[in-house]
């Protein structure tokens, strides 16, 4: 009996080792894992922190797209008003109209600093200065020296 009860310890033995070598490379196995998901969170981290700054970066375009759309806008409402009052004021007599030619004024005066203030600058094209095609507007030709502005019909502007 005893030779049996030695060989029934031996074999629970060589069980246990056996189970504790299963349990060591489960653990393991386990750590890998958890190494793996770890490297995985940081990836998708990293990836998120990338993606909120590319959007960010879009909202923040978007926003200075419609930013300059608007201000476009308001340029192109407030534009013949301005140089349909200037055209009116031009053709009032100061001596005889005072009071509304100075009321005039201060309405051309306050759509002007509201342009100034959208980024927009006041610009009168001289009479006999070179054209200049990328800030004047050519609305017909003449005999005269070329390419020399012959007549200012409208003031420009410079963004």
Known sequence: MSESLERNFEEIAEDMVHLLERLRSMEQ????????????GE???????????????MRRDLLEENKAQATRHAFAAIVPVLDSMRALLDGF????????????RAVISALSTLLQGLGYEHFDAAVGEPFDPTRMECLGFADGEPAIVLDAVRPGYRA
Not at 29 to 40: C, H, K, N, S
Not at 43 to 57: C, I, P
């Open 93 to 104: 007599h100061s001596e005889e109209d005072t009071k509304f030619t100075a009321q005039l």
């Open 43 to 57: 990836q998708v981290s990293a990836e998120m922190t990338t993606t909120r700054r590319t959007l960010n970066a």
């Open 29 to 40: 196995v386990q750590q890998e894992l958890a190494g793996r998901i770890e490297r995985i």
